[in-house]
Structure formats: C-alpha cells, structure tokens
T-cell receptor, first 112, second 113 residues
Framework: QQPVQSPQAVILREGEDAVINCSSS?????VHWYRQKHGEAPVFLMI?????EQKGHDKISASFNEKKQQSSLYLTASQLSYSGTYFC?????????????FGGGTRLMVKP | DTGVSQDPRHKITKRGQNVTFRCDPI?????LYWYRQTLGQGPEFLTY????????KSRLLSDRFSAERPKGSFSTLEIQRTEQGDSAMYLC???????????FGSGTRLTVV
C-alpha cells in the first residue's frame, strides 16, 4: 500500500524551513527520499534503515520513527534549488528493501 | 560512471503495437529496477532484477509486459499490444547492493495513440 505524504504542496520563501512527512500502514524496513525536478529523473537524497540513526547532509536531514511507521524530511534555510517534488519510497519487512513503494509526492516551491 | 541510460527517450506508438525499451545501468550495479510514473504520481514498481535473475514482478503487471536482463548487464522492457492506459514515463534505476540509493535514468516517455 502506498505511503501517504503530507503536505501535498508547500510554498516557501528562500531561507524558510519545511518538513515533509511520509506515513506507512505497514512496518517499515527502509525509507528512501528523492527529489524530482520537472522533466527530470528522481535524484536520491538519502536512505534510512530500521534501527538506524537520523541522517543528514548540508541543510537536509531526515528521521525514521519505527514505532509510528513514518519518516520526516527536514529542509532548513531553503534555497531556490530545493524546488521540486519530493518522494519517499518505503521498503517493508516482507521484501527487505528489495523494491520500493513510493508516495504521491510533495511539491515544494521556493520563491526569492 | 556514465549514469543510467535509457533508450529511446520518447516513443509514440499506435494502440495494439508492441514496443521495447532498453536500459543500461551503471556497470558496477547488480540490481536493476523498472518503474512506471504517470503525471503527478510517484513511481510505481514494475519489476526487479538481481544480476540476470528477475526476482520480483508487480502483481499489477499484466502478461503483456515482459522484462529481461541477459547476462546481468542491460535490460529490456517489452509491452505487447499496447493500450492507451500504458501511456506513462518508464523509469529504469540501478543500485549497487540492497539498501543502497537508486540511480534513475532519464526515462522513456511512451505515448499510445
């Protein structure tokens, strides 16, 4: 079953922060986060594994809450280049991360 | 490392025709995935290979769809007797090992008229 992402869309001013949530009805084994710009392929941001720690690089980080079966992506001090659609992809225990089920996406627009 | 290559970039076909797409993954990656994406939606899993073995196939995939990965290198996805509902972007991705990030190709956009 497809994970639910929220919000569906968000508009920010440069320098503002945003949080994107990804909720699953199944137990999570892994969570991937990708960003896709219009007309381009999704680009890998990070992966979080069950039992792993919060990940981050630069001003983008993510958390994994196994108990709540959800992950959150944190974008701080947003830049114009952060604009795009963010997808979470989940691996569930019964496939051990072999394939991902993606959410419907969160459209992020950063304005000057 | 030249990334994941897909060919063709665009394909327009008449309903009922067969089409074949090709994907060349990153050479060090032994895992290859096919996904389908329609406008405004996230990628939808189609099938997955580890080396030359096709290990998973979506239950949503009809018998008109078939994929191969001979010798564990490039892969082909064939759609027989295309329908208008097959119109979508077909994405190929590869990864090094399990629980590694995917590298996606630029996709093949299929339009069935």
């Amino acid at each position: 079953q497809q994970p639910v992402q929220s919000p569906q869309a968000v508009i920010l001013r440069e320098g503002e922060d945003a949080v994107i949530n990804c909720s699953s009805s199944k137990a999570l084994y892994s969570v991937h986060w990708y960003r896709q710009k219009h007309g381009e392929a999704p680009v890998f941001l990070m992966i979080l594994l069950k039992g792993g720690e919060q990940k981050g690089h630069d001003k983008i980080s993510a958390s994994f809450n196994e108990k709540k079966q959800q992950s959150s992506l944190y974008l701080t001090a947003s830049q114009l280049s952060y604009s795009g659609t963010y997808f979470c992809g989940i691996g569930t225990n019964n496939n051990a991360g072999n394939m991902l089920t993606f959410g419907g996406g969160t459209r992020l627009m950063v304005k000057p | 490392d030249t990334g994941v290559s897909q060919d063709p970039r665009h394909k327009i076909t008449k309903r009922g025709q067969n089409v074949t797409f090709r994907c060349d993954p990153i050479s060090e990656h032994n895992r290859l995935y096919w996904y389908r994406q329609t406008l405004g939606q996230g990628p939808e899993f189609l099938t997955y290979f580890q080396n030359e073995a096709q290990l998973e196939k979506s239950r949503l995939l009809s018998d008109r769809f078939s994929a191969e990965r001979p010798k564990g290198s490039f892969s082909t996805l064939e759609i027989q007797r295309t329908e208008q509902g097959d119109s979508a972007m077909y994405l190929c991705a590869s990864s090094f090992i399990a629980n590694y990030g995917y590298t996606f190709g630029s996709g093949t956009r299929l339009t069935v008229v």
